[in-house]
């Protein structure tokens, strides 16, 4: 991805933009002092442009940070040098001060000045390596041989050898201006036929070394002729030639060139003609010395033989060279033969890209033909469409894969220095037969024959397979995690060392640490080094240990561990031995849980049992005398009850039959009302007596029961006909489902049933509102049960009172309209629905009604108990 820090990017612009910037002042500076007159500001524009360059090279070294810096240091020593020399040679050019003698300060630090620059460029091209490449030499030797011989023929031997007023000084500086250059020229052809790799920056370094040679010749010959004026061509070749060193030093190309590994910038084709150049120089050379001084022919016949000889070794070595460079052709032929088919028989696509220039396309150029294998596409059909690739992700990854893929191609493109890294990514396509597939690519940018990341070479791999078995894993590991961490008891896994491998919370928990404190050290010396008295605890004792040597499981009942703070902690504990693949001990699985509540328990359980054991006896002395007193008080009361019912019914009897002798006489309306009143009061006191007696029975256990087949037609319609008459009294009315099973039967006693369900009718109709209905309904049950169901539309009980309904004495008291009873009749109910073997329940909601079900053994299952 791109820098998203706003100061890389500053600096990143900087160093991309920064050659541009500094081309415009220096051309300024150029333009200006070329349109000057050689005066004073002439002196003081042409010394700016050459403090500019000077501080471009030192920019330089800040942006890019060259390994080594020592060229780059001799590179700006030798321009300082030369400016000194500019500082003092320029005023007396420009007619400022007096004409210096020559040679004077000025040539000797304009030769200091070249030598180190010279210097500079021997320890780059050494640095790179170009000084040990025999053929890169040989090159550079036949160029400078070629233009040594045009120097001499034209300025050393015409001028240099042939001026009488020259002094031995002056014949020497003469001299060494020529030969200085020719230094420079011959380095110069090696760093560009085998120190620099193909760039920006190398070109501009090129034309720095021409302008600066051409301009260097024409002021010698100029000088040599006395033609040399200020306003001549080199004062405009010499700023130039300075401005371009800055904008090469500066330009971010730069930084490829300070790699190690050479390139070279002239290619091979162009060795043979800079040879044949270089030879043309010996009879070119010749004449021109045998035409202006005969005498001077004997230096460039030496010349011309070396030049000839070296030329013949290159030559030869080329002949070689094109000799090995056939076999090695057939060779790489072969290699990539073998290569393509191994490509095409690995189990993964191999994929190549192009990158159009500056990343604005990228196209996909070669897709092996696994591609048809695995997915069912056909390379040639992907690759004719460039659309296809993109359309076999899966739609979610799709854009993710997408823009990841081109910002690394991008990022790659604007900084060199990441270009060697690899991109790498997982996503799902879909084949041609819909599946889903996983694939993870790799791919790694490759950088033509002119350095420039071109194209990208990856590989694709199906990890459809891994996925799967990852996301089991995943899940199993989440599961034995959730396992570990859900458990209660301490568990931690040791090594063979006894460090402790991991740590669930409940064992971290349970020492005092936490678990990030005890994983990776020796558990022994933390929690078990001491006995429950503080004796040591050898390691050599521990059972904990002893299966790592005996690969047994060892089970411990009753141990201390010592927790963080000091204290102990009773436990129990089991330690499991661990073994890998092969069938060795490879550690220990210990489970401890903590005992002290329980040993507490125990002590406290053996103490209060002899207690309990006293009180057993004298509970058990008061409860045996208790039970004889309660079966005494039980017959008592149930003699009294008997008794009072019986005399009760006598004077009751009476009442009620003098007052049905008085309905069949003629009365008044008011009498009449008035006996009616006395004969109801009359009947619901004998049924509170009947209650009564029957509750008396049923709680004595004195009831017995006929248990038999009972239709649950039959006894539901008994019991409605009993209490027809008093439901249209109220206004209300009986319901039974015209649809109900004739043939349901249930195993109760007869008259027990009927009597329950009258109950239930008559407590029903007491309690609807006028109007109302009071429904019965019967449906079988599993399990071999039946449920009769008595519901009805009235007043409904309160939530409170539920939980109480079957409990003696519930008196309903104002919660139902205008009815009070002593609250026996469900009671007894109840214990007579148990008797039979069923049992009751009620659901009721205020102002709704209530609903009343009995659960009875069905006909032909077993009997319920019979009392």
């Known amino acids: 991805m791109p820098p998203t820090d706003p100061a890389p990017a500053r600096g990143d612009r900087l160093r991309r933009q920064g050659w541009a910037w500094y081309l415009v002042p220096a051309f300024l500076v150029v333009a200006a002092g070329a349109g000057l007159p050689r005066d004073g500001a002439w002196v003081a524009t042409y010394l700016a442009g050459h403090a500019l360059a000077i501080a471009a090279v030192l920019a330089a070294m800040l942006i890019h940070r060259p390994v080594p810096e020592r060229p780059w240091r001799l590179l700006v020593l030798g321009l300082s040098v030369h400016f000194l020399g500019d500082v003092i040679g320029l005023p007396a050019l420009a007619g400022l001060i007096p004409p210096l003698p020559y040679p004077s300060l000025a040539d000797l630090l304009y030769l200091a000045g070249y030598g180190l620059i010279v210097a500079a460029m021997v320890a780059a091209a050494a640095a790179r390596g170009a000084l040990r490449q025999r053929g890169d030499l040989l090159d550079a030797a036949v160029l400078t041989l070629g233009l040594a011989i045009l120097s001499y023929a034209v300025i050393i031997g015409p001028h240099v050898g ?325 458990v209660g008891e301490g568990i931690y896994g040791i090594d063979l060392e006894g460090r402790a491998t991991f740590v669930n919370r409940a064992a971290a928990a349970i020492l005092g640490y936490d678990p990030s404190d005890l994983v990776g050290q020796p558990m022994h010396p933390r929690i078990h080094d001491r006995r429950a008295d503080g004796s040591p605890y050898p390691v050599e004792a521990c059972p904990i240990y002893a299966a790592l040597r005996d690969g047994s499981v060892h089970a411990v009942q009753d141990e201390v561990v010592w927790r963080k703070d000091g204290s102990s902690l009773d436990v129990e504990y089991t330690s499991t031995p661990v073994r890998d693949e092969g069938g060795s001990i490879a550690g220990a699985v210990v489970v401890f849980r903590d005992v002290t509540a329980r040993k507490w328990a125990d002590e406290a359980i053996q103490a209060a049992y002899a207690d309990l054991e006293n009180r057993v006896a004298e509970r058990t002395q008061e409860l045996e005398a208790a039970r004889v007193e309660a079966e005494r008080a039980n017959r008592a009361k149930g003699e009294f009850l008997s008794s009072m019912s019986h005399d009760l019914r006598t004077p009751l009897n009476a009442i009620l039959g003098f007052g049905q002798l008085l309905e069949l006489s003629t009365l008044a309306e008011r009498d009449r009302e008035s006996l009616e009143q006395i004969l109801r009061a009359g009947r619901q006191l004998l049924a509170m007596i009947d209650d009564v007696l029957e509750f008396t029975r049923v709680d004595s256990g004195r009831l017995t029961l ?104 519930e008196v309903d008291s104002g919660g139902r309209s205008g009815s009070r009873s002593i609250g026996l009749g469900l009671v007894t109910g109840s214990r007579l629905v148990r008797a039979m073997g069923g049992s009751i329940s009620v659901e009721s909601q205020i102002g709704t009604g209530s609903a009343f079900s009995l659960d009875l053994p069905r006909a032909g299952s077993m009997p319920g108990p019979s009392t």
């Open 162 to 486: 042939a001026d009488p007023d020259l002094t031995l000084a002056g014949r020497i500086v003469s001299i060494a201006h020529p030969l200085i250059d020719l230094a420079l020229a011959s380095v110069a052809a090696i760093l560009l036929m085998g120190g620099l790799r193909p760039s920006p920056a190398a070109v501009l370094f090129g034309i720095y070394i021409v302008a600066h040679l051409v301009a260097d010749t024409i002021y010698e010959l100029e000088q040599a002729s006395g033609t040399f004026v200020p306003s001549s061509v080199v004062t405009v070749l010499w700023p130039v030639s300075l401005a371009v060193l800055g904008a090469a030093s500066l330009h971010p190309s730069m930084t490829s060139l300070a790699a190690t590994e050479p390139e070279a910038f002239l290619p091979e084709r162009w060795r043979v003609p800079i040879i044949g150049l270089a030879v043309l120089t010996i009879p070119v050379g010749l004449l021109i010395a045998t035409a202006t001084n005969p005498m001077g022919a004997a230096p460039i016949a030496v010349m011309s033989a070396v030049l000839f000889i070296v030329a013949l070794v290159r030559l030869r070595g080329m002949a070689i060279d094109v000799e090995v460079s056939r076999r090695l052709v057939g060779e790489l032929a072969g290699a990539r033969a073998r290569y393509r088919d191994l490509v095409e028989r690995v189990p993964a696509i191999v994929f190549t890209d192009r990158i159009g220039p500056g990343g604005t396309s990228i196209t996909e150029e070669y897709l092996s033909p696994q591609a048809n294998e695995i997915l069912g596409f056909e390379p040639d059909e992907v690759l004719a469409d460039q659309h296809v690739w993109g359309a076999i992700i899966h739609p979610e990854d799709r854009e993710r894969v997408a823009t990841g893929y081109r910002d690394w191609v991008q990022a790659i493109l604007s900084d060199p220095a990441i270009a060697s890294t690899t991109h790498s990514d997982e996503y799902r396509v879909v084949a041609s037969d819909d599946r889903v597939l996983w694939f993870r690519e790799v791919a790694r940018a490759v950088a033509g024959d002119d350095g420039r990341h071109d194209h990208v070479q990856g590989i694709i791999l199906d990890i459809t397979e891994q996925k799967a078995i990852q996301a089991r894993i995943h899940a199993l590991a989440l599961r034995n995690e959730l396992l570990l961490e859900s």
């Open 706 to 809: 006929a248990i038999e087949p009972i239709v649950v037609t039959e006894a539901v319609h008994e019991a409605m006909d009993l209490v027809r008459t008093q439901a249209v009294e109220r206004g209300v009315q009986l319901e039974w489902p015209s649809g109900a099973d004739p043939g349901l039967a249930v195993l109760a006693d007869r008259r027990r049933l009927v009597q329950v369900l009258l109950n239930l009718l008559v407590n029903a109709v007491k309690f609807s509102r006028e109007g109302g209905t009071v429904t019965v309904a019967a449906e079988p049950l599993a399990e071999g049960r039946v449920r009769i169901i008595v519901r009805d539309t009235g007043i409904g009980i309160s939530p409170e009172r539920i939980p109480r309904i079957f409990e003696p004495v």
